[in-house]
């Protein structure tokens, strides 16, 4: 029956489509350069006096449906004469084939100019530039983005081969976790908010800010080469067309959790500002903040917790296009605002600990609501003084704000009943600022490349209360005074860039570019604690939620409850790393098969921590070499269109400032504890790929690329025994290796109707190192490594009479097993079962004017299940699972253009 209905509508859908298109004829054919026969993509072909027109694609192909009558159509493409050519339309149904062939206009010609300025936002566009780069590239443009439904470029980069993302939002590429890669905004680096990841949170980025994201998994000299993971950066849109204001506005929300009870914490204006601490609080001594609390609230919010009802998501967004021109000036302005309101229930969700021995130490289960405000802001202004000097600045500001409430209950490993209330609010703000400039003169291009950013962590105001149930009444949990406390963290890093480079092209032989550049990255981090001593009371309690009834300002007021301060000097750190240095490679060209990119990097770098140790005594770690760093890049066209490519290099993965701080840091109660290593040193990678690429038509593509890593002192998590308890840090291992396959392809079947998918099988190992602590096993695979992921894509679009477009597109991705959390005492790994999840995207274009878009996501309803390896029986328990539920999007936008 499912069959006949696939087929009945695929019928009705090509039937649809024939009607549309009856009366008309396709007029098609190849642009090419006029002197080297080589096929032109990205040119545009317009109908004089309309807005219809088309774009060739990656092999100079373009097509256009017209009905009967007499047109004439316009070739564009910058640097090249436009061409004009009449075309008259019988009326027959067929085909008309106009072939074109461009000639360059020399007064304005130069390759580095058209490369930086051309729209990298379609999928031709960004085929092409993958063909013609010397080195392997993948990308996901503007266009495919919003085909697919994708809202930030954390999903973007996750439907990429090889690439995934932990619940904790840590990117793995080939299996190498968050410290082997590296993001980048428009080529700049880009700092991180997050103590514990290297790599900023891709999610502060929305898509509709976005150019292009460009994925580099090979290294060349002109990047900074901490990362052999992958590169990734994102190219933000700027305004070059006509002027334009787009108006968005959405919503949607979880299936389960629609018009539900929803819990949330007591808290001050919202979701929108961060309430830190004062300094005035911060700095006081324990001592003077027993006396000041006892006569002032220095937090503002209680320990309550609101009941409400979950209503739909809601979204936003303005965008606005302008450019003004006067002789040989352009100036032109983009900007955008979005924001987005939402939340979450999961309930039923389960956690539990067991030992070597299958036992059950301690089982919660748990229901979690989440809201979610997310922020962004962006403004590019480009200026252009004819062809040769460009000036752009870019302003980028992003704020992730989240709201988690849990409500806990079960038992510990005493087998005492217990019942938490839990708050945690977490803001994340990014402030860049990017500064370039370019300047073009015969076979000289020069380039000026500036940005400083500000990025923020913030954990404000984090609370928890635990109770305990005994013959069905509660009272409070009394253990230590760690039972009911306020947490505070805040971490500011600065980071500011400069690169300059020249680059000499040698017409048809390649070019040399030369470069300098300097990062400094700074960091500050610090927290406070603060505990409720509730010995002197016992208040009845008939509800966790409404505790103002027995905690309240009378009693600190009266001394019934104290407050005790704990920010000692261990609380805190100051880190900073300096990079320099220079870089030199070549692109040559040989006979036109064979291209080589060859390069060499010097990077000097100093890093150093500050910090304090547990008997409040200063020390400070440092790290300081001199490198350098080879890589090489071959392409080789086997047959046209057909390409062999071959990178050998070696890379560097630095320690995080965490890491090399040894000082017991708890980001938060109830979280890990970490001691940090100052004997840490850099570990290096040597890296080699082998890829083979054949383009097709109509933008087809197959590739398929086999690589090995081998890591020479890679940076390990180890754990060790400490008092009775485990505590986790830091050690360079003897080796490990990454291997692997990955393979994508891209197909056209029946015009409007295509597939994609790519899949990656890979293999990780790690040797830890003698003596590296309580882990069950001497090697394992990386933790958070999947041995393989694919994700697949089907896609048909048609268009009406009247020029409206639907689009319907239905995205698969499967998840291989993965170590979550390491086993340790004889028990096994933590493993993140194989995860699916189905989306269904719907986007439909009227007039060019109105947008459209549904989508269902996960529409399997999957779980997320973690599960243990006992040893000693041979069983496997369920550790941990929670199902996020199946969840819907509806958004509309208004175009006014010019």
């Known amino acids: 029956m499912r069959k006949r209905t696939i087929r009945s509508l695929t019928f009705l859908f090509l039937i649809l489509q024939a009607g549309i298109l009856q009366g008309q004829i396709i007029i098609t054919g190849k642009v090419t350069d006029e002197h080297a026969g080589e096929p032109l993509p990205g040119v545009y072909v317009m109908v004089s006096g309309t807005t219809k027109g088309s774009v060739t694609d990656i092999d100079g192909i373009y097509e256009i449906s017209l009905p009967k009558g007499s047109y004439t159509l316009e070739f564009r493409y910058i640097s ?12 027959e149904s067929g085909q008309m084939v106009v072939d074109v062939r461009l000639r360059a206009d020399e007064m304005i010609l130069d390759e580095v100019y058209v490369t930086a300025r051309k729209n990298n936002e379609t999928e031709s566009s960004l085929l092409s530039e993958r063909r013609m780069s010397a080195r392997a590239l993948e990308h996901m443009g503007a266009v495919e983005m919003g085909k697919k439904g994708i809202s930030s470029v954390a999903d973007g980069v996750r439907k990429m081969t090889g690439i995934s993302l932990a619940e904790s939002g840590q990117l793995y590429v080939r299996g190498l976790g968050d410290r082997y890669s590296v993001t980048t905004l428009n080529g700049l680096p880009i700092a991180s908010p997050n103590p514990d990841n290297k790599l900023i949170p891709l999610d502060l980025f ?10 580099s998994k090979v290294y060349q000299a002109g990047s900074y080469a901490d990362y052999s993971g ?8 700027e305004h070059t067309g006509e002027d334009f204001f787009t108006v968005q506005i959405g919503t949607g929300g979880h299936f389960r959790s629609l018009f539900t009870k929803f819990y949330e914490s007591d808290k001050k204006n919202g979701l929108f500002f961060t309430r830190n ?7 006081m001594s324990s001592n003077e903040f027993t006396a000041y609390v006892r006569n002032e609230d220095p937090f503002r919010t209680t320990f309550s917790i609101a009941r409400k009802t979950l209503y739909p998501d809601l979204s936003g967004g303005l965008g606005l296009g302008k450019t003004w021109s006067k002789g040989i000036h352009k100036l032109g302005m983009l900007f955008t605002l979005s924001a ?9 969700s389960y956690v539990s600990t067991v030992n070597a021995q299958g036992v059950v130490l301690n089982a919660f289960d748990y229901d979690s609501y989440t809201r979610n405000l997310d922020m962004a802001a962006l403004m590019h202004l480009n200026y252009d003084i004819g062809s040769f000097h460009h000036l752009s600045y870019t302003f980028f500001y992003a704020r992730n704000a989240v709201d988690n409430y849990k ?7 005493e087998g005492i009943h217990l019942t938490g209330s839990n708050s945690v609010f977490h803001a994340y703000n990014l402030l860049n600022n990017q500064l370039v400039y370019s300047f073009l003169k015969g076979k000289w291009s020069f380039n000026v490349a500036l940005s400083y950013g500000i990025t923020g962590s913030y954990e404000p105001d984090r609370r928890q209360v635990m109770y305990r149930r005994d013959n069905d009444k509660l009272s409070l949990f009394k253990l230590n005074r760690q039972e009911t406390m306020r947490y505070y963290g805040e971490l500011t890093e600065r980071e500011a860039v400069t690169d300059i480079h020249a680059v000499y092209k040698m017409g048809t032989l390649g070019s040399v570019q030369l470069g300098v550049f300097y990062k400094n990255k700074s960091r500050a981090y610090s927290s406070v604690r603060f505990y409720y001593n509730l010995y002197n009371i016992n208040p009845q309690i008939t509800d966790v939620f409404t505790t103002e009834t ?6 600190i007021a009266d001394g019934t409850i104290s407050i005790t301060k704990d920010a000692q000097p261990k609380s805190r750190y100051y880190a900073k790393q300096d990079i320099g240095g220079a870089y030199l490679q070549t692109e040559l060209v040989f006979s036109g098969n064979l291209t080589m990119d060859i390069g060499l990097r010097y990077e000097p770098s100093l890093q150093w921590v500050r910090y304090w140790t547990d008997a409040s005594i200063e020390k400070q770690s440092q790290l300081k070499v001199h490198d350098l760093f080879p890589a090489l890049n071959i392409k080789y066209e086997v047959r046209e269109k057909r390409f ?4 050998l290099s070696r890379t560097v993965t630095r320690p995080l400032f965490i890491e090399m701080a040894p000082f017991l840091y708890k980001e938060s109660y109830g979280s890990a504890e970490l001691r940090g290593n100052e004997s840490l040193q850099n570990g290096y990678n040597l890296n080699a790929d082998l890829r083979f690429e054949m383009f097709g038509k109509t933008d087809d593509l197959f590739s398929a690329t086999l690589y090995y890593k081998r890591l020479n002192d890679p940076i390990e998590r180890v754990q060790e025994s400490s008092g009775g308890s485990c505590v986790h840090s830091f050690r360079n291992a003897e080796q490990g290796m990454a291997a692997g396959i990955e393979a994508e392809v891209r197909k056209t079947i029946v015009p409007g109707l295509r597939i994609g998918c790519n899949a990656s099988y890979m293999y990780t190992n790690v040797i830890l190192p003698e003596g590296g602590g309580v882990y069950t096993d001497s090697h394992r695979p990386l933790q958070g490594a999947s041995p393989y992921l694919i994700n697949a894509d089907i896609a048909y679009g048609f268009a009406f009479r009247n020029k409206d477009q639907l689009t319907l597109t239905l995205l698969y991705n499967l998840q291989g097993p993965r170590i979550h959390a390491v086993g340790i005492y004889g028990m096994g790994n933590i493993m993140q079962q194989p995860l699916h999840t189905l989306d269904l995207v719907a986007v439909y274009n009227c007039k060019k004017k109105w947008n459209i878009k549904i989508s269902v996501e996960n529409m399997l309803d999957s779980d997320y299940l973690f599960t243990q390896e006992i040893k000693t029986t041979n069983e496997t328990k369920t550790v941990e699972s929670f199902r996020p539920g199946v969840s819907c999007k509806l958004g509309f936008s208004y175009t006014f253009i010019k």
Do not use: C, M
């Open 644 to 647: 062999l490519r071959l990178a």
């Open 80 to 91: 090249y004469h436009t061409e004009t050519t009449p075309v008259v339309v019988t009326g």
């Open 407 to 413: 409500f806990r209950e079960g038992y510990d490993q």
């Open 206 to 215: 929305p898509t509709n800010i976005v150019r292009n994201i460009t994925v």
């Open 550 to 555: 027995w905690l309240n300002r009378e009693s």
């Open 230 to 237: 992958a590169h990734i950066d994102i190219s933000v849109r």
């Open 340 to 348: 987005k309101y939402a939340g979450r229930s999961e309930k039923e």
């Open 277 to 283: 601490l004062s300094p005035t609080i911060k700095n």
